[in-house]
Each structure stands twice: as C-alpha cells, then as structure tokens.
C-alpha cells in the first residue's frame, strides 16, 4: 500500500511517498532531510496529537477554560481524552502553564495544561 503525507515539521513541507507493509512503513520517499523519514514511520505506526480542549470552570465568570496537553498523545485515544476532559472541572484560580491534571489517562509524563489565565474579574 502506498500514502501520501506532507511532513509538518518545519514549513518546507515536503511531500512524502510512503510504502506500507503489514502497518508498518518499508520506504520514505520525496524527504529533504531524516526528519521526514520519522515523521512518516510515526505517522503511520504510531499517529500522535497534542490534544486542545476546554474544561468547564466552576464559580468563574469565563465558563469554559482553554487547556492543552503538554505533549502528544496516542490520536487512538483522544476520545478517551475527550471523555476524560469533560469530566474535569476547575474550581481555583490557575494561570497560564498551570498542570490542571497529571499523568493525564495514565500515560506518564503527560499533563493538561492551562492555556489561559482563569481570575475572577474585578
Ligand atoms: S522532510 Fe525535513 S525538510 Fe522536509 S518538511 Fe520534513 S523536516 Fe522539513
């Protein structure tokens, strides 16, 4: 089986012909550099995305806070992410960068981040 991808990462952008086998990736073509190369195998054997979502606050005035993981996660699991997310609510003051939950669905390392500031206005 064959696939087409743009690489992502830098803006080059390349177009990346890729030959699968069994799920697995056999050859990456159309790359300028290795990175290529291993953005094709992860894409293909083991997709990953940084999750953004929104959690609901409780006894702010802004409803809905913004979140996002600190890295990638398995995109087989994002439902499980979502459903985990909606589950979530913030009750305190957090600032930007502020872990509102770690170890988030059990993968080590990985953290819900703040990506806003949540105060209650004055
Ligand atoms: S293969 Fe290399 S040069 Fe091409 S888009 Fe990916 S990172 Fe950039």
């Given at each position: ?6 690489c992502i990462?830098?803006?080059?952008g ?10 697995r990736?056999?050859k990456?073509t ?5 990175k ?6 992860s ?6 995305r ?5 959690i ?5 005035p802004?409803k ?8 990638p996660i398995?995109k ?9 997310i909606r589950?979530?609510r913030?009750?305190k003051r ?6 509102i939950?770690r170890?988030?669905?059990?993968i080590p390392?990985?953290?819900?981040l ?8 004055k």
């Amino acid at each position: 089986m064959k696939k087409k991808l743009i690489c992502i990462e830098c803006p080059k952008g390349c177009s990346l012909d890729v030959d699968i086998e069994n799920c697995r990736v056999v050859k990456v073509t159309g790359a300028q550099c290795p990175k290529g190369e291993k953005y094709a195998i992860s894409e293909i054997e083991d997709p990953k995305r940084i999750l953004t979502a929104t959690i609901l606050t409780k006894g702010f005035p802004l409803k809905l806070l913004p979140v996002r993981t600190d890295q990638p996660i398995p995109k087989a699991r994002i439902a499980d992410a979502m459903k985990a997310i909606r589950k979530l609510r913030v009750t305190k003051r957090v600032k930007t960068g502020e872990v509102i939950a770690r170890d988030f669905l059990g993968i080590p390392g990985v953290s819900v981040l703040a990506t806003r500031d949540l105060e209650m206005l004055k």
